[in-house]
Every structure is written in structure tokens, then in C-alpha cells.
């Protein structure tokens, strides 16, 4: 064998990713979208990612380029291991066979047309004669194309083979056994892919896995700091993701083996024999996302707390001396006081223990109450009403609750005694809105329809969070958590309930009337046609956050899991307020990071770190210089929002205001909209969730 030339390259991290391409990193449609978020972690961390398919060298090319991927890749179950020049540095040295188009090959395959000439040899031996055999080499581009559902370009790539020759077997299943049993007679092998079965030599994935760790072994050893570290102090980590059984070798080769589910939710096979394997529930690249970001996810906590105190100093630069605070700067796109923004920077407040702030903050809007007991949807810097829109119930509440969570903080019975008049008038407001009707619900008992009545016991809003003309009347559950929380919270400072609403009643019929039997639902519009909204929403996460159930409770656990498939974003990441569809894209469509957060707290509470990591990480990679923005968009969703609000004549000032700050900005240069940049809401969510992270964790 020849020696490779001796070039240079700097040293690479001690972990090796080895991955299979079909139903792992690649769904159905052989898009890898649903993986790019690990994908992206493997190179931040310079990890390097090898490809390990039956596939072709052709085939892995495009898919190396499409992905960036520039490591060496193995091909056709093991038949050639392809090394890129200058991949390695001058000082390692390997054997290899040939060379071509800028790879150093090893070939531990036998040679395509030998495989295919011992296949037909054996096909038209007598004792065969029941068998029929379809190989590639038989086929048209267009006959594999009808056969595998392969595009014309995908097709011709898969039939330039060099070490392995796929095919099918057509007859009963005695004479394909045997038939199989004569390959391995011939002293060949032969493996089971999805599709087809694969005629190959005595290579494998896992023989190949292993003469390439101890290439990397020597690299490691190489640019160690001294240049002479001993093998004992070299550990390289191998991880293997596979879903079939021709992934078994390469499972068994690898130090962490990890089986997905295939398209149909099962697993291949079940690897007892493979030590330590680990099924992965995920189809495909979700499972094989999901691999990679457990394992090399790992939270900056330094750059975490440095948000953190940027969060705080964010927060009481928008805090006037009247105790108002801002949603965003005064020459953002929000210079006003929204009480429900306003509550949530108070909880902050309260979080960070910085009481002087938060009473006087809870000062501003209680002084601003409407007669009728509710707060205005907006006020100005001197605590005048400002609204451009109804009353939204949800500010009452979760003024409401910020009150009680300072009492229940600092325990000021003074303060509590001056504004008890006030409490009581907002708890009055709220009683006035609660929405009550018996509803006939038919129940099947007995194999029989018996119609039962159930009162349906819910606030009513004027306007929903969304700001969104066909959800902005109606029983929203946003609306209702915050409320029932507030009362719930009230209850606890101040002693025996007074009021008079019957928790218990509103607990049942959110629980009722809100769960659709998938996840709870956004709003039930009363009065309309259309009496429901049944779209998935993250505020629906509320009911969790202001205490109407408990994370662990089967219900929250599957509406979260149903936010989390409906609504992060498979570009960009985060959690999204809504689905596409539905049309208010303010500023584009996109993820929102004081939802993100909410979503956050989930995993906190149930103790699961790694998905907290995963949620905060994304957080602390989308901040701009220690800010974080309104949501994000991709620089097309933005333009788009911005083309539809001119034709629509929806274009007001202060929208143009934020289109002009978004497009002045660093991110939009790199095809990212940033909507006001910074937002309280935001850091102040950042600042709770980041409080109950080190409480549970650190």
C-alpha cells in the first residue's frame, strides 16, 4: 500500500459522531431539516460528524455538501473510507489504496463488478430457480426510480456503485434463505437495508469505524499540547446513530450506540447484543436531533448570569421615577406603560428581590384603575389611559397577582391594608365577567346517549392577548389562568376567600371545556358562528405557570408536548405564540423568547435539566449583545409582513418606526429580522426563569 502525502491541519475535538444517512439523519424525503439544530451544535463544538450509510460515494457527496460537512465518510456498508486531502495533520500517517477527486481511499470492499458477477452466479444456479433476483445493476435509472421513489438525479447517483450491490429477492421465504445462505457459501456477506438486501465482501460499518478512530487517535496525540501525550491519556468517545439492521455492526463498534424509530414509530431491531444500546424515541432526524443535543448541549452559565444582570439593568432603565415601566425604550416601538408587560417586569422585580421597585411599580397602575375595578389595556409615562383597544381581562389578573406574590414576598401588611379597597374593587370586576351558562354535553353510559348538563363557569375577555381581531372576544384560556392564579394567590395573603368565585368550579370547567383531548384550546368565542379557536397557542401554557395545575399533571405534559411539535420553529428554534396560519404576523412569523422561556419553566419544575439547557442555550445564542428582542423572523417572513401591512393599509407608525429599527440592525444584515430590540418582557422572563434554574439546579 502506498503512504499518504504529509500536509497540516490543526487539531480537532477528542468526540467522533458516526451517523447513518436513510430514516436517521434523513427522513423519507430524505430532508435533514428537522436535525439542523444538532447539526449546527456538532460544528459550534467542532465535533466531527461521519457518515456511515450503504450509500454511495456520489450520494454522500451531495448531502456532504448540502450539510457543510468536510470530515471523512464511509461508503456502501463499509466497502470504502473516504479521507479527504489535508484532512489530517503532516504527522499522521496511513495506510491507504488509491487515490481519487481529493480523497485518500481505503478499501476494505470487494470490487462492484465482482459482487454483481458472484450475485448472477449463484441466481442461475438450479437450486435457485425459484428465486427471482432485481439488482441495480439490472435497472434502469427509471426502474429504480418507480421502485425506490427516488428523483431521476438521485437515482443514477445510487447506481454508481463501488464495493456493494444493492437488490431485491422475489419468492417464497425458504428459497430466499437459502439463497442467502449461498452469498455467505461464496464468502461473501450480506446485510438488510430498508429497502433492499446489500451483496458485499467482509467489510462492514464497524471494521471501518475502527481503523478511522485510531487514525484520529494518532491526530489527538499529535496536537496534544506537548506533541507526546501517551495513549492513555488520549479517550476518544465514538457515538453511533442508526435505525436498521445493517446499522448493527456500526453500533456494536462505537463506545454510545443509539437506535431511532423508524418511519412507522418502531424500532429495526432489538440490539441485545449490542452493549449499552440506548432506542431513541424520535423517527428519524427528530430522534437523531435529540441524540446530539443530550449529549453535547451544554449551558454557558457565565454568559447566563452576565444576561441576567443585563436583564436587571434593562429592567430599571425602563423604570421611570414614578415607578412605571416602559415595554421597550422610548424611542422603541412601545414607549408606553402595558400593564400586562408592566406585571411581568414586577415579578421580575420580586424574583431579584428588589422590593422598593416592584411596590412602587404596583403603585403606578393601581393608582390608574378604572372605576369599574379594571386597568386600562394602555397608559402613558404619567399613568393616563392611553388604549387603542378594549379592556383585556388578563391585565386585571395578573396585576392582581403581582400584588399577592408581593405580600406573599414581603409580607407588608401596610401595603396590603392601603390598597385592599382597590383589590377588592378588581375582584369585584372580575366576579362581573365570569361567564355562565349550563351546556349540554352528551356522554355515552351504558352503550346508550344520556344528555347531561354541566355549567360552563369561565371568565369572559373583551380582548385576547393576540391582539387579533377574530380571537379578541371570548373565554380564552390565557385570560382564565391568570385570573383564576391571581384569586388562587389572594387567597393565600389575605385568608378566607370573600369573594365569592368558586375556584373549584373554574378549575373543572377549564379543564372541561378548554381540553379538546390533544391539547387545550386558544378561545371559545361565544358569540360567533365559529364558537371555538382550536389552534394550538403557547399561552395555553399558562395554566400551568399561574398554578391551575401542576406540571406534572398528564394533560399540561401533553399540551406541552403538542406546543413544542406545533410551534418551534424548525429553522430559526424557539417557540413560536401561534401557527403560521393564522395570519397576525407582526413583524414576520416567528419564535418569541418570553414564550420560549414560559416553556422553559416546564422542564425546571420537572427537574429535567437537559431540556432547560437546550431552551436556555437557544435564548443565550439569539441575544444581541446581551439583549433580547419582541420575536425573531427570517429576513423574507419580515418582508412579507411588511409588503401584506402596506397592502392592507395596516401600516402605522409606531410599525414603521419598528421596520426601520429592524432594518438598520446587525442581524437583518445576516437575513435576520430582530422586532425592538430590547423588549422588557423578555428580560424579565429571563430573569424569573433564570432564578428558578439555579434554585433547581445549581
Known amino acids: 500500500m502506498a503512504k499518504r502525502d504529509k500536509k497540516s491541519k490543526k487539531g480537532m475535538k477528542r468526540f467522533l459522531v458516526f451517523s447513518d444517512l436513510d430514516s436517521t439523519l434523513l427522513d423519507e424525503i430524505y430532508s435533514f431539516e428537522k436535525a439542523e439544530n444538532g447539526l449546527k451544535l456538532l460544528k459550534k463544538k467542532k465535533i466531527p460528524l461521519i457518515i456511515c450509510t450503504s450509500k454511495t460515494r456520489k450520494e454522500i457527496e451531495v448531502y456532504r455538501k448540502k450539510i457543510g460537512n468536510k470530515h471523512p465518510f464511509i461508503s456502501e456498508d463499509g466497502g470504502g473510507i473516504f479521507i479527504p486531502k489535508n484532512y489530517f495533520s503532516k504527522k499522521v500517517d496511513f495506510d491507504y489504496d488509491k487515490k481519487i477527486k481529493g480523497y485518500y481511499v481505503i478499501e476494505l470492499g470487494v470490487h462492484y463488478k465482482n459482487l454483481v458477477k458472484i450475485l448472477h452466479g449463484i441466481e442461475k444456479r438450479k437450486e435457485h430457480k425459484n428465486v427471482k433476483v432485481i439488482a441495480f445493476n439490472d435497472m434502469s435509472v427509471n426502474d429504480l426510480m418507480n421502485d425506490s421513489g427516488l428523483n431521476k438525479e438521485q437515482a443514477r447517483l445510487a447506481k454508481s456503485r463501488e464495493y456493494d450491490e444493492p437488490f431485491k429477492l422475489i419468492g417464497k421465504k425458504p428459497a430466499k434463505a437459502k439463497f442467502l445462505r449461498a452469498i455467505n457459501k461464496k464468502g461473501m456477506d450480506y446485510t438488510k437495508g430498508g429497502r433492499y438486501y446489500h451483496i458485499l465482501g467482509e467489510n462492514d460499518k464497524g471494521k471501518a469505524i475502527k481503523i478511522l478512530k485510531k487514525i484520529y487517535k494518532k491526530e489527538f496525540e499529535c496536537n496534544s499540547k506537548n506533541g507526546k501525550a501517551k495513549n492513555s491519556q488520549i479517550q476518544i468517545k465514538t457515538i453511533g446513530i442508526g435505525d436498521n439492521t445493517n446499522d ?75 415607578g412605571a415601566i416602559l415595554a421597550s425604550s422610548p424611542k422603541g416601538r412601545y414607549p408606553y406603560i402595558y400593564p400586562r408587560d408592566h406585571a411581568v417586569c414586577i415579578l421580575a422585580l420580586i424574583d431579584a428581590e428588589m422590593f422598593g421597585r416592584a411596590k412602587n411599580a404596583l403603585k403606578f397602575v393601581f393608582d390608574s384603575q378604572n372605576k369599574e375595578g379594571s386597568f386600562p389595556q394602555r397608559l402613558d409615562k404619567k399613568g393616563k389611559d392611553a388604549s387603542y383597544k378594549p ?180 429553522k430559526l428554534g424557539g417557540i413560536c405564540r401561534y401557527e403560521k396560519h393564522i395570519g397576525r404576523n407582526n413583524g414576520g412569523w416567528g419564535p418569541w423568547p418570553h414564550f420560549t422561556l414560559m416553556l422553559c419553566r416546564h422542564f425546571i419544575r420537572l427537574g429535567k435539566r437537559k431540556k432547560a439547557d437546550r431552551y436556555l442555550s437557544w435564548i443565550l ?77 445549581l
Request: glycine letters at 4%; aromatic letters at 12%; one cysteine or more.
Open 391 to 570: 379592556i383585556q381581562l388578563d391585565n386585571t389578573g395578573l396585576m392582581l397577582y403581582c400584588f399577592a406574590k408581593y405580600i406573599e414576598k414581603t409580607d407588608d401588611k401596610g401595603f396590603l391594608k392601603k390598597y385592599n379597597k382597590k383589590i377588592n374593587k378588581a375582584v369585584d370586576y372580575l366576579k362581573s365577567q365570569i361567564y355562565s351558562e349550563m351546556h349540554k354535553h352528551n356522554k355515552r353510559k351504558r352503550k346508550e346517549k344520556k344528555e347531561k348538563k354541566e355549567e360552563k363557569y369561565l371568565f369572559f375577555t373583551p380582548n385576547s392577548i393576540h391582539e387579533f381581531p377574530p380571537y379578541e372576544k371570548g373565554l380564552e384560556v390565557w385570560a382564565n389562568a391568570t385570573c383564576f392564579g391571581a384569586l388562587k394567590l389572594l387567597n393565600k395573603v389575605r385568608g378566607k376567600n370573600k369573594d365569592k368565585i368558586d375556584l373549584k368550579k373554574l378549575k373543572k370547567s377549564m379543564e372541561k371545556f378548554f381540553w379538546d383531548g390533544n391539547h387545550f384550546i386558544k378561545t371559545i368565542r361565544i358569540k360567533e358562528s365559529s364558537s371555538v379557536a382550536e389552534e394550538i397557542d403557547a399561552s395555553s401554557y399558562a395554566l400551568a405557570d399561574f398554578g391551575v395545575f401542576e406540571d406534572d399533571n398528564k394533560k399540561i405534559r401533553k399540551n406541552v408536548r403538542v406546543i413544542e411539535n406545533c410551534l418551534w420553529h424548525k
Open 248 to 322: 448493527k455492526e456500526m453500533l456494536k463498534a462505537v463506545d454510545k450506540p443509539y437506535l431511532v424509530q423508524r418511519p412507522n414509530g418502531k424500532y429495526k431491531f432489538k440490539g441485545r447484543n449490542i452493549k449499552g444500546m440506548r432506542k431513541v424515541k424520535g423517527i428519524g432526524p427528530v430522534g437523531w436531533n435529540k441524540v446530539i443535543l443530550d449529549l453535547f448541549l451544554d449551558l454557558d452559565n457565565k454568559k447566563a448570569e452576565k444576561l441576567y444582570g443585563k436583564s436587571l439593568e434593562i429592567l430599571k432603565k425602563f423604570q421611570l421615577n414614578n
Open 621 to 697: 445564542d439569539i441575544s444581541q449583545n446581551l439583549q433580547l428582542p419582541e420575536h425573531i423572523a427570517t429576513k423574507k417572513e419580515f418582508e412579507e409582513w411588511v409588503e401584506e401591512s402596506k397592502n392592507t393599509g395596516t401600516l402605522r407608525e409606531d410599525r414603521k418606526i419598528m421596520i426601520n429599527n429592524i432594518r438598520k440592525s446587525k442581524p437583518y444584515e445576516k437575513g435576520l429580522a430582530y422586532s425592538v430590540l430590547p423588549l422588557a418582557w423578555p428580560h424579565a422572563e429571563f430573569v424569573r426563569t433564570w432564578n428558578l434554574y439555579k434554585k433547581r439546579f
